[in-house]
């Protein structure tokens, strides 16, 4: 597992060194695609709206991005960096869209349950209901991150050959492995941003200021976005049953 997560650290390093206009497209379209649905979600005074309109525009986002994170798995799973230009209204762009989409779609309607506990409960406060409603969200959320891991780095490797089923089957036996690999390699991460939350002054995060907290985190997202994405092409490369480089 150490040598997992080294090794994907080294990816990402040279990802980066390689690929770095790529991962910057990909990280503006999330921070703007955040700050487009939050101040959207300001408006419509209603925690439920906001969580709607928030998954909304996040798959209008993964849409753009679509085509820049096919040439980047390309390059971590084939070791061969290719133009992101070649994969603008392909096929494979289109799938890697579909399935993140609907992993999007699914993880963030996830998202109404403490939405509607919080709305029911109309106290304006976090409650045992909507406490309990979030952490469910949050568990199944993460389950379905964890089977799913060698989905999209196999749509975009393998096109129509990488499936939901042979995804779920790949990652079968391999739960706790994947879950805890996943973990120890975005602790660093975990605890700078927990760093960053403590030390933002409150007023910062409230509305019109708070709209521009996703461009404060910047840098931490750029960080996560690429150790995850290269830890997900390690595993895809060590569980896929297709035809992943080794």
Known sequence: ???????????????????????????????????????????TQSPLGETFLTIMVSLAGAYFAAPFNVALMQALVGRETV??????????????????????????????LPALAFAAENTGRIMPGSFAASLVAMIIQFIISVRLVTLLPGVAMEGRAMTL??????????????????????????????LLIVMVPPSLV?????LFMPVLTMPVTFVFFVIYLALSARLYRRFSTGTAPT
């Open 1 to 43: 597992m150490i040598d997992l997560i080294k090794s994907s650290y080294g990816d990402a390093f040279r990802l980066v060194r390689t690929m770095l206009p790529a991962v910057v497209y990909v990280i503006l379209i999330g921070t703007i695609a955040g700050m487009v649905g939050q101040a959207l979600g300001e408006t």
């Open 83 to 112: 133009p992101t230009r070649r994969f603008v209204g392909t096929e494979h762009a289109r799938l890697y869209f579909a399935w993140a989409g609907m992993i999007a779609l699914a993880i963030g309607m996830l998202d109404v």
């Open 165 to 194: 089923k042979r995804a779920l089957g790949e990652t079968s036996g391999h739960f706790w492995f994947i879950a805890f690999a996943s973990f120890l390699t975005i602790l660093p991460l975990i605890f700078i941003l927990g």
């Open 206 to 210: 409230q509305a019109p200021v708070g």
